[in-house]
């Protein structure tokens, strides 16, 4: 596995915490990266996207409370949550787009090529 992710843990409602996606391979390219979560019974659905050049998308439910950020120095990409509720308790995973030309697509999970080990987040009321 070659992302990393971590940073996960429990924190009370109104919380924050700021998750870290390490790829752990040095690359020529610089790619475009995600956050996707999955609640128990449920599927994966897209939390947030950062294109190389640091665009940024957002699914509609984090936006204001979450924010996706990297630094290529350090191979890693961020995603700092904040007011946290109990509806954001998921396990969490970073993924490596498979291409630039999906960025219009980014919030669909077929369109990335590398999944991370999940990293969990619980929130507590």
């Known amino acids: 596995v070659q992302l990393q992710a971590s940073g996960g843990g429990t924190v009370q409602a109104g919380g924050s915490l700021r998750l870290s996606c390490v790829d752990s391979v040095r690359r020529s390219t610089i790619y475009d990266m995600g956050w996707f979560r999955q609640a128990p019974g449920k599927e994966r659905e897209f939390v947030a996207a950062i294109r190389w050049n640091g665009d940024t998308k957002y699914e509609d439910f984090v936006k204001g409370r979450f924010a996706i950020s990297r630094d290529d120095a350090k191979n890693t990409v961020y995603l700092q949550m904040n007011s946290l509720n109990t509806e954001d308790t998921a396990v969490y995973y970073c993924?490596?787009?498979?291409?630039?030309?999906?960025?219009?697509?980014?919030?669909?999970?077929?369109?990335?090529?590398?999944w991370g080990r999940g990293t969990q987040v619980t929130v507590s009321s």
């Open positions: 993924a490596r787009l498979r291409d630039g030309r999906w960025w219009p697509q980014a919030g669909r999970a077929s369109r990335y090529e590398e």
